[in-house]
């Protein structure tokens, strides 16, 4: 864990509500290394889906820089911030955001189209994450044939499929069972374990919270505690 | 793959989707039928108007069209044989008829009306199929002293195939003459004004009537209405070249009625043709708009994992033009296949206005009309989803992502 994937200086973001400007985010300074779990926590309205859209590079910030991989992406045009989030950001939702018109191996294949990877090593990707989350035999299923967390294992496939730096993941086990939830987090936390891929959640799930290897809690907009696991990242770190 | 999301994002809302499409093929049908049906009024009139009347060329003398004459036949063509031989050689011509229209006072005994009259070769008439015979028999070479009557005219001087009126007219030195006629048959062309004073005499009648040898013009007859302007083209160049006296037009100078009505029909089928890609437009347009409104998360997601926003507008205007494709194929189906029902049903209409004959409702295929019906709905469908895909292209993806 010594390089960093994602760089927040001073950033700051603010929405119009008519006339009046809310801050959302205010001076943030953050830096998440690679091979991270790390989870942002806080209440409602804290600013964890802001920040998490701009880590995404999905919005910009009002100030202050952000740098992905080490490159500063505050000022990148919109169709070169879709660029890098084709290549090097996956996306986990927590209402999954599968297309409905296409089968799940489909849906994993889509992003490495937009990359312009080739048919044959698409196929050999496309199955590898489908067997990696545990559907092969769902390949030619649309969403609407599978379960919630068989739609999020989809999910998971599509945004590992690339082979990110980064995986946002906002509340990706709000909308399962506990059982099912725990598993996603299991099948995350392998993942995290085996690639190396950062990971960062914005959510409410205790369970995961407990297993971030780095919970930052925001609250009004600022970072309010950051705290790191070190048993937790021992342990992964032995594991590897 | 994005040829495949937009076509299977088509059949995602069926009710919706077929509703548009039922839009789109009426459109397209509706265009077809009404533009088959306006093609072959436009075809009939055309063919009607050169046969009965005008031939597809007339031949003149020089100055017959630019002088107003004195007397009968001061411009009428002396010795056609020559004439007649060279046009007749080209392949493309038919036959060539010689004619004289004539006016005078016809009479029973009794009662006197105003003619209108034609004298014709009887055996070139038969075969431009001019009237429709309806007592009697028709004009026959070698006779001169018979007539057929138009229908009206037949009626107001209460004649029937067998008796006999007299004609009286001036002759070309200007002084009067008249002649007995034995009516062999009457007629009717389906112009009820014409038919209340038309009366038709053979060639060699009028010319004894008008005491001459002249004919007034020389009428062309072609194979193909569609080499009219060739062929005029080309005897230009041999009336130049041999020196004859003689100018010309075509069927389209002399047919005035004819582009009337082809004036007034493509300006009933531009104005409903407005009124169905206005339908259409806002039709497809709404679509669209909806579609884009119930999936604005899943535009906020494609964006998300890295589509372009003119990927985004591309897949919105693909949806509209596969629904315009779709609809015109079924369009095409649709209005050939009724246009067809149409002309094998023998629907017969009412006579138009100023006719006294019904006729029967037929529609034309051409291939300009199904392709321009096609390509109205294909066109349509493509430019009703521009602003609409241009608008899912210019979402916030933030704002798209949070959309319930």
Same mark, same amino acid.
């Given at each position: 864990?010594?390089?960093?994937?994602?760089?927040?200086? *001073? $950033?700051?973001?603010?929405?119009?509500? *008519?006339? $009046?400007?809310?801050?959302?985010?205010?001076?943030?300074? +953050?830096?998440?290394?690679?091979?991270?779990?790390? %989870?942002?926590?806080?209440?409602?309205?804290?600013?964890?889906?802001?920040?998490?859209?701009?880590? !995404?590079?999905?919005?910009?910030?009002?100030? *202050?820089?952000?740098?992905?991989?080490?490159?500063?992406?505050?000022?990148? @045009?919109?169709?070169?911030?879709?660029?890098?989030?084709? @290549?090097?950001?996956?996306?986990?939702?927590?209402?999954?955001?599968?297309?409905? =018109?296409?089968?799940?191996?489909?849906?994993?294949?889509?992003?490495?189209?937009?990359?312009? =990877?080739?048919?044959?090593?698409?196929?050999?990707?496309?199955?590898?994450?489908?067997?990696? $989350? !545990?559907?092969?035999?769902?390949?030619?299923?649309?969403?609407?044939?599978?379960?919630?967390?068989?739609?999020?294992?989809?999910?998971?496939?599509?945004?590992?499929?690339?082979?990110? =730096?980064? $995986? +946002?993941?906002?509340?990706?086990? %709000?909308?399962?069972?506990?059982?099912?939830?725990?598993?996603?987090?299991?099948? +995350?936390? @392998?993942?995290? !374990?085996?690639? *190396? =891929?950062?990971?960062?959640?914005?959510?409410?799930d205790p369970a995961i919270i407990a297993r971030a290897h780095r919970r930052i809690r925001l609250r009004d907009g600022r970072i309010a505690a950051d705290e790191r696991n070190h048993q937790l990242i021992e342990g992964v770190l032995n594991a590897r | 793959m994005l040829a495949k999301i937009a076509f299977r994002n088509i059949f995602r809302n069926r009710r919706r989707t077929l509703i548009t499409l039922l839009v789109l093929v009426m459109g397209a049908a509706g265009m077809i039928l009404f533009g088959g049906y306006k093609e072959m009024n436009f075809w009939g009139l055309r063919e009607t108007t050169i046969r009965n009347r005008l031939g597809h060329l007339q031949l003149y003398r020089k100055g017959y069209l630019s002088t107003d004459s004195q007397k009968p036949?001061?411009?009428?063509l002396d010795d056609v044989a020559q004439i007649r031989a060279a046009v007749e050689k080209d392949p493309r011509v038919a036959m060539t008829a010689a004619q004289i229209t004539f006016m005078g006072l016809v009479s029973n005994g009794e009662k006197s009306e105003t003619f209108l009259g034609t004298a014709v070769e009887p055996a070139k008439d038969r075969q431009m199929r001019s009237q429709r015979l309806e007592t009697g028999r028709e004009l026959t070479n070698g006779e001169m002293d018979?007539?057929?009557?138009?229908?009206?005219?037949?009626?107001?001087?209460?004649?029937?195939?067998?008796?006999?009126?007299?004609?009286?007219?001036?002759?070309?030195?200007?002084?009067?003459?008249?002649?007995?006629?034995r009516v062999v048959g009457t007629f009717m062309t389906g112009v009820k004004e014409y038919d209340d004073r038309a009366i038709k005499v053979?060639?060699?009648?009028?010319?004894?009537l008008l005491n001459t040898k002249k004919i007034e013009k020389l009428l062309v007859m072609l194979k193909q209405t569609e080499d009219t302007d060739a062929v005029m083209a080309d005897l230009k160049v041999l009336a130049v070249s041999r020196n004859w006296p003689i100018e010309m037009r075509t069927w389209s100078d002399l047919a005035g009625f004819y582009h009337q009505v082809v004036l007034i029909f493509n300006g009933i089928f531009g104005f409903i043709g407005t009124i169905v890609f206005v339908i259409v437009v806002l039709s497809v347009a709404n679509t669209i708009m909806m579609n884009i409104f119930e999936r604005t998360r899943e535009i906020g997601t494609l964006m998300a994992i890295g589509t372009k926003r003119k990927r985004i507008w591309a897949l919105f205007l693909l949806e509209g033009a596969m629904i315009g494709l779709i609809g015109g194929v079924l369009g095409l189906l649709f209005g050939a296949v009724f246009g067809q029902i149409i002309n094998y049903a023998n629907i017969q209409l009412p006579p138009p206005p100023g006719y006294t004959a019904g006729y029967q409702l037929r529609i034309l295929m051409r291939p300009s009309i199904l392709a321009s019906s096609f390509a109205l709905s294909l066109v349509t469908a493509t430019l009703s989803s521009i602003y609409p895909a241009f608008k899912a292209s210019r979402l916030n993806i933030v704002d798209a992502l949070g959309h319930i």
């Open positions: 864990m010594t390089n960093s994937v994602i760089a927040l200086r *001073g $950033v700051r973001k603010c929405y119009r509500l *008519g006339k $009046v400007e809310v801050p959302a985010l205010s001076g943030i300074d +953050l830096e998440i290394q690679g091979g991270e779990f790390g %989870a942002l926590a806080g209440p409602s309205g804290s600013g964890k889906t802001t920040l998490l859209n701009l880590v !995404g590079c999905l919005d910009k910030p009002t100030a *202050g820089h952000i740098l992905l991989d080490g490159a500063d992406i505050t000022e990148t @045009s919109l169709d070169r911030l879709a660029d890098i989030r084709a @290549s090097k950001i996956g996306f986990i939702f927590q209402t999954f955001n599968l297309l409905p =018109v296409l089968t799940a191996f489909e849906n994993v294949e889509y992003p490495l189209l937009l990359s312009g =990877v080739s048919r044959k090593e698409r196929q050999e990707r496309v199955h590898e994450w489908l067997y990696h $989350v !545990g559907l092969t035999g769902q390949a030619t299923q649309r969403p609407d044939q599978l379960s919630g967390g068989q739609r999020q294992r989809v999910a998971i496939a599509r945004a590992m499929v690339t082979r990110p =730096v980064l $995986v +946002l993941a906002d509340e990706p086990t %709000a909308n399962l069972d506990s059982e099912t939830a725990a598993q996603i987090l299991d099948l +995350l936390s @392998s993942i995290n !374990g085996e690639t *190396g =891929v950062t990971f960062l959640f914005a959510t409410h | 036949l001061e411009y009428g018979t007539m057929m009557v138009g229908r009206g005219l037949a009626r107001s001087m209460n004649v029937k195939p067998g008796d006999y009126l007299t004609l009286m007219t001036t002759t070309v030195t200007g002084s009067l003459n008249a002649m007995d006629f053979p060639l060699s009648g009028a010319n004894y």
